[in-house]
C-alpha cells in the first residue's frame, strides 16, 4: 500500500470526527464521562451539581441553636405590643432561622494529545487496531489518565502551593479541612485514631455517622486490615483471606488515589460538592504542518465542601 493510500485511510477512518466539526458522537463523549467517573472515588462518590454560569451560590437555611423556651402562662393582654406580662415571648427569646452560603467558582482544565500520521498509519497498516477501535482505544487510555489527575486535584489541591500551578488551581478536600484536627503526633495507625476522629466531630453529627467514610492512603487501609487479620477470630480470617470492605467503629473506610500517608478524612461522601460548568468535552482537529490528528480535552469545575464542620482530619500519622 503506497504512502497516499495509508493517509486516505487514516483520514477515511476519522471522517466521523472531523465531518462534524470536530465533535464527538454523543455516545462516545458519554461513555469517556462515565470512565473517568469510575475510576476516580472521591470524585465518584462527590455530589455533582450542573453550573450555567462561573459561578453559583447555594443557600443553606436552618436552626444552629435551641428554639425552645418557657411558655408564659398569664393572661392574655392587649396590646400585644407590651412585651412583658403577655402570653407572648420576648423579641429576645424569639427564634429565627440562620442563613448561608456557598459560592462555587469554576476553573478549567484543558489537555492537548497529538496523534501524528505516523502512528494512525502504523496502527491501520498492522490491522490490529482500525478506525474507531483505535480511536476508542486512544480515549480509554486517556480517560484513565484524566480520572487520576482530576482525583489528584481534588484531593491535593491547595492554593498556595507555588511549585504546581495545577494544583494552586484550588483548595482540595485536605487543604479546605481546617475546623476539625486530629493530630496523630507521628504515631501508627491504630483504633484510637479512629475514635478521637469521630470524638473530633461535632456530635449533632453523629446520628449521621453511618453514612460517613474514612479516606486514607491504599497502605494505611493495608496495615488496619493486617491489625484486623491478627486477630484469632472468623472476622480476622475472613480480612486476611479476602476482599471484604473494612470498618472502624461502625464506620467503613476507602483508600482514595493521592490521598498522603500521613492523613486521613472522616466526612460524608456526599459533603463534596463538585460543580461543573461545562462537562467533559472532547474535540478534534487536524493539524497538516505538525501532520497530526489533535485531540483537545476541556472541563470546568469548582468544589467545595457543604458543611466544613462535617469534616475531620487526621495528620502525622505515622
Known amino acids: 500500500m503506497t504512502e497516499a493510500q495509508l493517509i486516505a485511510k487514516a483520514d477515511l477512518a476519522l471522517s466521523d470526527l472531523i465531518s462534524t466539526g470536530g465533535y464527538m458522537q454523543t455516545e462516545q463523549s458519554n461513555r469517556f464521562m462515565r470512565k473517568v467517573m469510575d475510576e476516580a472515588v472521591v470524585l465518584k462518590e462527590a455530589r455533582h451539581i450542573s453550573m450555567a454560569r462561573p459561578k453559583m451560590e447555594i443557600n443553606k437555611i436552618g436552626f444552629a441553636s435551641r428554639v425552645l423556651r418557657p411558655a408564659n402562662q398569664g393572661l392574655i393582654s392587649s396590646p400585644r405590643s407590651a412585651e412583658e406580662g403577655t402570653r407572648a415571648l420576648s423579641r429576645a427569646d424569639r427564634a429565627k432561622p440562620t442563613t448561608e452560603r456557598i ?74 479541612a481546617v475546623s476539625n484536627i486530629v493530630n496523630q503526633g507521628g504515631d501508627p495507625m491504630d483504633p484510637a485514631l479512629f475514635a478521637s476522629m469521630i470524638k473530633a466531630l461535632p456530635q449533632k453529627y453523629h446520628k449521621l455517622l453511618g453514612s460517613f467514610k474514612y479516606y486514607l492512603a491504599k497502605v494505611k487501609e493495608i496495615d488496619y486490615r493486617m491489625t484486623v487479620a491478627q486477630r484469632q477470630t472468623q472476622l480476622g480470617d475472613s480480612i486476611l483471606t479476602g476482599n471484604a470492605n473494612v470498618s472502624a467503629l461502625g464506620v467503613p473506610m476507602t483508600s482514595a488515589s493521592y490521598m498522603p500517608s500521613s492523613t486521613a478524612i472522616l466526612t460524608m461522601p456526599k459533603n463534596l460538592i463538585i460543580g461543573t460548568q461545562r462537562q467533559m468535552r472532547i474535540e478534534f482537529d487536524k493539524d497538516i504542518r505538525e501532520r497530526a490528528i489533535v485531540m483537545v480535552v476541556t472541563m470546568r469545575l469548582a468544589m467545595k465542601y457543604e458543611e466544613e464542620d462535617m469534616v475531620v482530619k487526621a495528620i502525622n500519622i505515622g
Not at 492537548?112 to 480515549?139: H, K, N, W
Not at 489541591?157 to 478536600?173: E, H, I, K, Q, R
Open 103 to 176: 459560592t462555587l467558582e469554576t476553573k478549567e482544565v484543558i489537555a492537548e494529545v497529538d496523534l501524528p500520521y505516523e502512528t494512525l498509519e502504523d496502527s491501520i497498516e498492522g490491522g490490529a487496531i482500525e478506525g474507531t477501535q483505535f480511536q476508542q482505544t486512544i480515549l480509554d487510555l486517556l480517560a484513565a489518565r484524566v480520572a487520576l489527575d482530576l482525583e489528584e486535584l481534588v484531593v491535593l489541591g491547595d492554593v498556595t502551593n507555588v511549585s504546581d500551578p495545577y494544583l494552586a488551581m484550588f483548595d482540595g478536600v485536605i487543604a479546605q
